[in-house]
């Protein structure tokens, strides 16, 4: 998964400069006749971007599907997240700054999607995008030209983004049971674990593998979900690699590590670090690192950046229960106490919120 991401990630990276490389050279000529006619064609650039984003994202969500095209969840505007939940239809995020950009958070190619269905509906994709686009030069001047040459250019990008997935899908398509599992577990762990026990058995392997990881880590069996992503990890899930790091160190804290499992986590540590940026967004992994080589000052600092990042509550949550036990170690109870309150106004109660409350009340060790 993390090879695929990764492929996937630089693609759109590609594009997006090529796209901006584009339309410097066209606004360039536009500047030196003053502000007159370069705000119109720069204005034209960012409305025909968004239209682009505009009609990709509604393909997705009507005519891709029939062709076995999907989206694992969409995200509002741009800079970082400051808000996500987790719905029946997969991972919804709200980002700083509140432009009408919308986008897939990922791409899913069903088995459906075969390589003349791909052809099929890169073409309708196409069609829509360059009728979107006539319209848009309609409006004339600058304004037209570069909202027609925007809205086409950015149609490159679903189109590659597309491929790539056929060619190495970054997902699959999204059981809507396993998905009500993970948004339940979101706010409530006992009934998180009550529709997974009650999946049937016809549910698709892999994404009830995700569910079982997810609700092991809010029970705090953690030996038990190092063992099952440790499994998944060796299989190429990247995902299970950031959490078997997560879960040792988590055993570590209720003292049930021994030595073996303090060298795992380091070199899983290391394994982690190389992931995508996008897959480490808001983990409290580099603050429990700092913990384990007992530099609290620096795991606040680590704690409080992951916490700060509107990721799911169940990771946000965690974030700030690690930063409650850095600020414990550190001795500063009370704002130990109050990360604690941070955490469950959050997220769900896990076991590891429990545990960290009833330890704060104990004087910490300096």
């Known amino acids: 998964m993390g090879r695929e991401l990764r492929r996937w990630k630089l693609v759109g990276r590609i594009h997006r400069g090529v796209t901006a490389a584009v339309l410097v050279v066209m606004l360039v ?51 970082a997240p400051v808000r996500s939940s987790v719905g029946r239809r997969g991972l919804w995020q709200l980002r700083r700054i509140p432009l009408p950009a919308l986008r897939p958070t990922s791409l899913t190619a069903g088995p459906a999607l075969t390589p003349g269905r791909l052809v099929s509906a890169l073409l309708l994709f196409l069609g829509t995008v360059v009728l979107g686009s006539q319209l848009l030069a309609l409006a004339g001047g600058g304004f037209g030209r570069l909202a027609e040459a925007t809205c086409l250019l950015g149609a490159v990008g679903p189109m590659l983004l597309t491929a790539t997935v056929y060619a190495g899908p970054v997902g699959e398509p999204g059981d809507p049971a396993v998905w009500e599992v993970l948004s339940v577990l979101q706010r409530d762990v006992a009934e998180g674990r009550r529709l ?23 029970e705090g069996r953690y030996r038990e979900l190092a063992d099952l992503a440790q499994e998944s990890a060796a299989g190429g899930n990247a995902v299970a690699v950031l ?107 896990t076991a590891r919120l429990e545990f960290l409350t009833e330890l704060v009340g104990t004087p910490a060790e300096v």
């Not at 995700?210 to 609700?215: C, D, G, K, L, W």
């Not at 940026?277 to 992951?306: F, K, M, Q, Y």
């Open 29 to 79: 000529p536009q500047m030196g006749d003053g502000p007159g006619r370069l705000l119109p064609a720069a204005a034209g650039a960012l409305v025909g971007a968004f239209v682009s984003d505009w009609l990709s994202a509604g393909y997705l969500a009507g005519p891709g599907r029939l062709f076995g095209l999907g989206s694992g969840g969409w995200t509002f505007g741009v800079g």
């Open 196 to 218: 997974l026990d009650a999946l049937p058995p016809s549910t698709d392997a892999a994404a009830t593998a995700e569910a079982v990881r997810s609700v092991l880590l809010a």
């Open 243 to 349: 959490l078997h790091a997560r879960a040792l160190a988590y055993l570590d804290e209720t003292g049930a590590a021994d030595g073996a499992d303090r060298e795992a986590f380091a070199v899983l540590y290391a394994a982690a670090r190389r992931l995508p940026r996008a897959l480490r967004a808001g983990s409290d992994l580099e603050a429990l690192h700092e913990l384990a080589l007992g530099r609290t000052g620096s795991a606040i600092d680590e704690a409080r950046s992951a916490a700060a990042v509107g990721s799911v509550p169940l990771r946000r949550g965690m974030a700030y229960a690690t930063l409650a036990l850095a600020l414990h170690r550190a001795g500063r109870p009370e704002e130990a106490r109050a990360a604690l309150e941070s955490a469950r106004r959050t997220g769900p109660v």
